[in-house]
């Protein structure tokens, strides 16, 4: 059973920094997916993309983090990262880690970040 858990969110003030991290685990050795990346939600609204890494390194990104965000990947442990830089109060969400495979889209837990203004 594929689990992927993140790390790294909470509280921080406009204009600083977090790095989110997503760890796999449970999976098989053959587990290897083709895209990696993050989206978040806010109540009652639908989740986004963040960004998104493919396994050929090709990067995808909403135009409202672009320059400020960073995604990165680990293939060979399926781990991802996200660098997040000069944080606005917009960006407060839960972040959630997901991993898409040809048969299944897998998903994080969630974890919250907020920013201060």
């Known amino acids: 059973q594929v689990q992927l858990v993140e790390s790294g969110g909470g509280l921080v003030q406009a204009g600083g920094s977090l790095r989110l991290s997503c760890a796999t685990s449970?999976?098989?050795?053959?587990?290897?997916?083709?895209?990696m990346g993050w989206y978040r939600q806010l109540p009652g609204k639908q989740r986004e993309l963040v960004a998104a890494?493919?396994?050929?390194?090709?990067?995808n990104y909403a135009a409202s983090v672009t320059g400020r965000f960073t995604i990165s990947r680990d293939s060979t442990r399926n781990t991802v990262y996200l660098q997040m830089n000069s944080l606005k109060p917009e960006d407060t969400a839960v972040y959630y880690c997901?991993?898409?495979?040809?048969?299944?889209?897998?998903w994080g837990q969630g974890t919250q970040v907020t920013v201060s203004s």
């Open positions: 890494r493919g396994r050929d390194g090709n990067t």
């Open positions: 997901n991993a898409q495979t040809p048969r299944n889209s897998y």
């Open positions: 449970g999976s098989a050795l053959s587990f290897a997916p083709m895209t």
